[in-house]
C-alpha cells in the first residue's frame, strides 16, 4: 500500500476511535461525515472490509447468486431497503443494468467504481456483506446476505491488492442549474410535448438544465408545490385506502424501487433534530429524514397511457431524495384515485 494512503488510513483509525468514545457507534456514513472522509475510506480503516476485482457486471450478476439478500439504497435524505433475491438481471451494453423482481433496481456502471468485502459482527450474529462504491468513494448500495447457504460465494471472491488512490471531492450538484440562455417558453412546450416520462431526462439534456431548476422554472404549468410536512399524512392515506404505490430513491449509482402496497407507518423524532418517517413492513422499509428536505412538487408528466402525477421531494441541497407515484403499469393509466389523493393535500389542474 502506498505510504500517504496508508498514513491517511492511519489517521482516521486514530481519528474515528476519539470519536467513538466521545459519541458512541454511530453509523458509516455519519461518521464519514464526522471525520471529513469518505465512507469508503472510513470502512477501509476501521472495517474488516477488503475491495474486490470485479466489474460492475460482475457485481450486479454476483448479487443474483447470493439468495435472498437485503438491498440497501441511499441518499442523504432516503433509505430503501428490500429483502428478497435478484431474480431477472439484465445487463445492457454494459453501460446500465435492470433488476426486476422481489428486489428491483436501475444500476448505472458509470458510478460503478469500488466493490468491497465487509463481514462485521452484529448482536451476536456475523454479518456478510458486498458493497459498491462510486468514484468520491459514496456508498451506492449494500447487499447483505440473509442467511448462510451461500458463503461459498461470498468467501470466494476476487480480492483486489493495488492500493487505494486518494478519492477526490464530490463535485458540487448541478440539480440548481440554469443556462443563460434558457427560454422558459420553450421548456414548458417540450416537457408538455413529451411523449413517455422517460423522455424527461433528455428533455433536461437538451436545455442543459438541472432538476431541481426545472421544478422550479416548470411550476404552474408541469409542476405544483406540495408541503413537505404532509408527507407523512400522505403514507398514512395511502396505508388506510390500501392502495399500492411506487416509490423510488437513490444517487447518482443507483435507483431501488418499491412496487406495491405499504402497511406500518413508524415516526421517529431523536433528541438530535433528525425526524425521520419510516415505513417498517417485513420485507420492506424506507427511512426519511424529514428535517432534511426543503421542497416538494407534485410533476406532471405526459405518457401515451394519459397523464402521469408524481411527488418529488428535494433535500435542502436541491438534490432529489425520494419520489411516489400512483402505481401503474405499461399501457394501463394510472389510477384516478392516486391522483385524488394528491388532491387532498394541493390544488391541481
Same mark, same amino acid.
Given at each position: 500500500?502506498?505510504?500517504?494512503?496508508?498514513?491517511?488510513?492511519?489517521?482516521?483509525?486514530?481519528? /474515528?476511535?476519539? $470519536?467513538?468514545? #466521545? /459519541?458512541? *457507534?454511530?453509523?458509516?456514513?455519519?461518521?464519514?461525515?464526522? &471525520?471529513?472522509?469518505?465512507?469508503?475510506?472510513?470502512?477501509?480503516?476501521?472495517?474488516?472490509?477488503?475491495?474486490?476485482?470485479?466489474?460492475?457486471?460482475?457485481?450486479?450478476?454476483?448479487?443474483?447468486? &447470493?439468495?435472498?439478500?437485503?438491498?440497501?439504497?441511499?441518499?442523504? @435524505?432516503?433509505?430503501?431497503?428490500?429483502?428478497?433475491?435478484?431474480?431477472?438481471?439484465?445487463?445492457?451494453?454494459?453501460?446500465?443494468?435492470?433488476?426486476?423482481?422481489?428486489?428491483?433496481?436501475? @444500476?448505472?456502471?458509470?458510478?460503478?467504481?469500488?466493490?468491497?468485502?465487509?463481514?462485521?459482527?452484529?448482536?451476536?450474529?456475523?454479518? %456478510?456483506?458486498?458493497?459498491?462504491?462510486?468514484?468520491?468513494?459514496?456508498?451506492?448500495?449494500?447487499?447483505?446476505?440473509?442467511? !448462510?447457504?451461500?458463503?461459498? =460465494?461470498?468467501?470466494?471472491?476476487?480480492?483486489?491488492?493495488?492500493?487505494?488512490?486518494?478519492?477526490? #471531492?464530490?463535485?458540487?450538484?448541478?440539480?440548481?442549474?440554469?443556462? !443563460? +440562455?434558457?427560454?422558459?417558453?420553450?421548456?414548458?412546450?417540450?416537457?408538455?410535448?413529451?411523449?413517455?416520462?422517460?423522455?424527461?431526462?433528455?428533455?433536461?439534456?437538451?436545455?442543459?438544465?438541472? %432538476?431541481?431548476?426545472?421544478?422550479?422554472? @416548470?411550476?404552474?404549468?408541469?409542476?405544483?408545490?406540495?408541503?413537505? *410536512?404532509?408527507?407523512?399524512? $400522505?403514507?398514512?392515506?395511502?396505508?388506510?385506502?390500501?392502495?399500492?404505490?411506487?416509490?423510488?430513491?437513490?444517487?447518482?449509482?443507483?435507483?431501488?424501487?418499491?412496487?406495491?402496497?405499504?402497511?406500518?407507518?413508524?415516526?421517529?423524532?431523536?433528541? +438530535?433534530?433528525?425526524?425521520?418517517?419510516?415505513?417498517?413492513?417485513?420485507?420492506? +422499509?424506507?427511512?426519511?429524514?424529514?428535517?432534511?428536505?426543503?421542497?416538494?412538487?407534485?410533476? /406532471?408528466?405526459?405518457?401515451?397511457?394519459?397523464?402521469?402525477?408524481?411527488?418529488?421531494? /428535494?433535500?435542502?441541497?436541491?438534490?432529489?431524495? =425520494?419520489?411516489?407515484?400512483?402505481?401503474?403499469?405499461?399501457?394501463?393509466?394510472?389510477?384516478?384515485?392516486?391522483?385524488? $389523493?394528491?388532491?387532498?393535500?394541493?390544488?391541481?389542474?
Amino acid at each position: 500500500m502506498e505510504k500517504s494512503v496508508l498514513s491517511s488510513i492511519n489517521s482516521i483509525s486514530e481519528r /474515528y476511535e476519539v $470519536l467513538v468514545k #466521545k /459519541y458512541g *457507534q454511530m453509523r458509516d456514513r455519519d461518521a464519514a461525515n464526522h &471525520l471529513k472522509c469518505s465512507e469508503l475510506e472510513l470502512i477501509l480503516a476501521v472495517k474488516n472490509a477488503e475491495r474486490l476485482e470485479l466489474t460492475p457486471k460482475d457485481c450486479v450478476e454476483l448479487f443474483g447468486k &447470493l439468495g435472498k439478500v437485503m438491498s440497501l439504497t441511499r441518499n442523504e @435524505a432516503c433509505v430503501l431497503e428490500h429483502k428478497g433475491t435478484f431474480e431477472s438481471i439484465e445487463v445492457i451494453q454494459d453501460q446500465m443494468a435492470t433488476v426486476i423482481g422481489p428486489i428491483e433496481t436501475r @444500476a448505472f456502471f458509470h458510478g460503478w467504481k469500488h466493490f468491497v468485502r465487509l463481514t462485521f459482527e452484529k448482536q451476536g450474529k456475523t454479518v %456478510r456483506s458486498v458493497q459498491v462504491y462510486d468514484n468520491f468513494g459514496d456508498a451506492v448500495t449494500k447487499v447483505f446476505l440473509e442467511n !448462510d447457504d451461500h458463503n461459498d =460465494v461470498f468467501d470466494n471472491l476476487p480480492v483486489l491488492n493495488t492500493p487505494l488512490h486518494d478519492i477526490p #471531492k464530490v463535485e458540487t450538484s448541478k440539480s440548481t442549474s440554469v443556462p !443563460d +440562455n434558457f427560454d422558459r417558453n420553450d421548456f414548458v412546450k417540450a416537457w408538455k410535448n413529451i411523449n413517455d416520462p422517460h423522455d424527461f431526462f433528455g428533455m433536461l439534456r437538451e436545455f442543459e438544465i438541472g %432538476r431541481y431548476a426545472a421544478m422550479e422554472q @416548470a411550476e404552474g404549468d408541469c409542476t405544483f408545490p406540495f408541503p413537505t *410536512q404532509k408527507i407523512p399524512e $400522505l403514507l398514512e392515506e395511502l396505508v388506510q385506502a390500501n392502495m399500492p404505490v411506487m416509490i423510488f430513491a437513490g444517487n447518482r449509482g443507483n435507483i431501488q424501487i418499491h412496487q406495491d402496497h405499504i402497511h406500518h407507518i413508524v415516526p421517529l423524532e431523536q433528541p +438530535n433534530g433528525r425526524f425521520w418517517i419510516n415505513i417498517m413492513d417485513p420485507e420492506f +422499509n424506507m427511512h426519511l429524514r424529514m428535517d432534511l428536505l426543503g421542497n416538494a412538487w407534485v410533476v /406532471y408528466k405526459p405518457s401515451e397511457d394519459g397523464p402521469v402525477w408524481s411527488i418529488e421531494c /428535494y433535500d435542502k441541497k436541491g438534490d432529489l431524495a =425520494v419520489q411516489f407515484f400512483g402505481l401503474r403499469k405499461p399501457g394501463i393509466p394510472q389510477p384516478e384515485e392516486w391522483k385524488a $389523493l394528491i388532491n387532498q393535500f394541493t390544488v391541481l389542474p
